[in-house]
Nanobody
Protein backbone atom coordinates (compact mmCIF):
# COMPACT_ATOMS: atom_id res chain seq x y z
CA UNK A 1 0.00 0.00 0.00
CA UNK A 2 1.08 3.56 -0.67
CA UNK A 3 2.19 5.49 2.39
CA UNK A 4 3.59 8.90 3.16
CA UNK A 5 5.02 9.08 6.66
CA UNK A 6 6.02 12.36 8.27
CA UNK A 7 8.54 12.70 11.06
CA UNK A 8 10.62 15.35 12.78
CA UNK A 9 7.92 17.33 14.53
CA UNK A 10 8.18 18.36 18.13
CA UNK A 11 8.30 21.20 20.60
CA UNK A 12 10.62 24.11 19.95
CA UNK A 13 11.00 27.62 21.33
CA UNK A 14 10.30 30.66 19.21
CA UNK A 15 13.30 31.38 17.02
CA UNK A 16 14.28 27.75 16.88
CA UNK A 17 14.52 25.31 14.00
CA UNK A 18 13.13 21.95 12.97
CA UNK A 19 13.50 19.73 9.95
CA UNK A 20 10.52 17.66 8.88
CA UNK A 21 10.83 14.56 6.74
CA UNK A 22 8.27 12.74 4.64
CA UNK A 23 9.20 9.28 3.42
CA UNK A 24 7.18 7.61 0.69
CA UNK A 25 6.81 3.86 0.45
CA UNK A 26 4.71 1.27 -1.34
CA UNK A 27 5.51 2.70 -4.75
CA UNK A 28 7.90 5.05 -6.43
CA UNK A 29 6.88 8.69 -6.68
CA UNK A 30 8.88 9.21 -9.82
CA UNK A 31 7.66 12.32 -11.61
CA UNK A 32 5.45 13.47 -8.73
CA UNK A 33 5.45 16.85 -7.12
CA UNK A 34 5.54 16.79 -3.34
CA UNK A 35 4.54 19.44 -0.89
CA UNK A 36 3.62 20.40 2.63
CA UNK A 37 0.42 21.66 4.20
CA UNK A 38 -0.40 22.55 7.78
CA UNK A 39 -3.49 22.81 9.93
CA UNK A 40 -3.74 24.66 13.21
CA UNK A 41 -6.53 23.94 15.72
CA UNK A 42 -9.80 25.47 14.59
CA UNK A 43 -8.36 26.53 11.24
CA UNK A 44 -8.53 25.19 7.72
CA UNK A 45 -5.68 23.27 6.23
CA UNK A 46 -3.37 25.57 4.29
CA UNK A 47 -0.62 25.27 1.74
CA UNK A 48 2.95 25.69 2.97
CA UNK A 49 5.43 24.71 0.26
CA UNK A 50 5.89 22.50 -2.77
CA UNK A 51 8.63 21.22 -5.06
CA UNK A 52 8.55 19.54 -8.43
CA UNK A 53 10.23 16.26 -9.34
CA UNK A 54 13.31 17.77 -10.91
CA UNK A 55 13.79 20.22 -8.01
CA UNK A 56 13.82 23.10 -10.48
CA UNK A 57 10.69 24.78 -9.12
CA UNK A 58 9.55 25.61 -5.60
CA UNK A 59 6.70 27.70 -4.23
CA UNK A 60 6.06 28.93 -0.72
CA UNK A 61 3.12 30.42 1.10
CA UNK A 62 3.75 34.03 2.06
CA UNK A 63 3.94 33.46 5.85
CA UNK A 64 6.88 31.07 5.50
CA UNK A 65 8.90 32.68 2.71
CA UNK A 66 12.47 33.30 3.78
CA UNK A 67 12.14 30.98 6.77
CA UNK A 68 11.21 27.57 5.36
CA UNK A 69 13.03 25.61 2.68
CA UNK A 70 11.64 22.58 0.88
CA UNK A 71 13.95 20.05 -0.72
CA UNK A 72 13.85 16.42 -1.74
CA UNK A 73 16.06 13.39 -2.18
CA UNK A 74 14.53 11.37 -4.97
CA UNK A 75 16.84 8.41 -4.43
CA UNK A 76 15.33 8.12 -0.94
CA UNK A 77 11.81 9.04 -2.08
CA UNK A 78 11.79 11.64 0.66
CA UNK A 79 10.85 15.30 0.86
CA UNK A 80 11.99 17.62 3.64
CA UNK A 81 10.92 20.91 5.12
CA UNK A 82 13.66 22.86 6.87
CA UNK A 83 12.09 25.42 9.18
CA UNK A 84 14.04 28.21 10.84
CA UNK A 85 13.03 31.25 12.89
CA UNK A 86 9.92 29.43 14.00
CA UNK A 87 7.10 31.47 15.48
CA UNK A 88 4.12 30.47 17.65
CA UNK A 89 1.92 31.06 14.61
CA UNK A 90 3.67 28.13 12.93
CA UNK A 91 2.18 25.73 15.47
CA UNK A 92 0.15 23.16 13.55
CA UNK A 93 -0.02 19.61 12.34
CA UNK A 94 2.13 19.44 9.23
CA UNK A 95 1.12 17.10 6.41
CA UNK A 96 3.06 16.03 3.37
CA UNK A 97 1.32 15.34 0.08
CA UNK A 98 2.08 14.06 -3.40
CA UNK A 99 0.46 14.65 -6.76
CA UNK A 100 1.17 14.28 -10.45
CA UNK A 101 1.33 18.04 -10.94
CA UNK A 102 2.87 20.78 -8.87
CA UNK A 103 -0.37 22.77 -9.01
CA UNK A 104 -2.21 19.97 -7.24
CA UNK A 105 0.15 20.21 -4.30
CA UNK A 106 -0.76 23.86 -3.81
CA UNK A 107 -4.43 23.32 -2.98
CA UNK A 108 -5.96 21.13 -0.31
CA UNK A 109 -8.26 19.31 -2.73
CA UNK A 110 -5.47 18.48 -5.15
CA UNK A 111 -3.08 15.86 -3.75
CA UNK A 112 -3.38 12.22 -4.72
CA UNK A 113 -1.75 11.04 -1.49
CA UNK A 114 -1.50 12.38 2.05
CA UNK A 115 0.53 11.55 5.11
CA UNK A 116 -0.93 11.35 8.60
CA UNK A 117 0.79 14.47 9.86
CA UNK A 118 3.36 15.44 12.44
CA UNK A 119 2.82 17.95 15.23
CA UNK A 120 4.92 21.09 15.40
CA UNK A 121 4.53 23.22 18.51
CA UNK A 122 6.35 26.53 18.91
CA UNK A 123 6.36 28.10 22.35
CA UNK A 124 6.85 31.80 22.99
Amino acid sequence: QVQLVESGGGLVQAGGSLRLSCAASGRTFSGYAMGWFRQAPGKEREFVATINWSRSTTYYAAPVKGRFTIFRDNAKNTVYLQMISLQPEDTAVYYCAAARSLEQTMRVSGPDYWGQGTQVTVSS
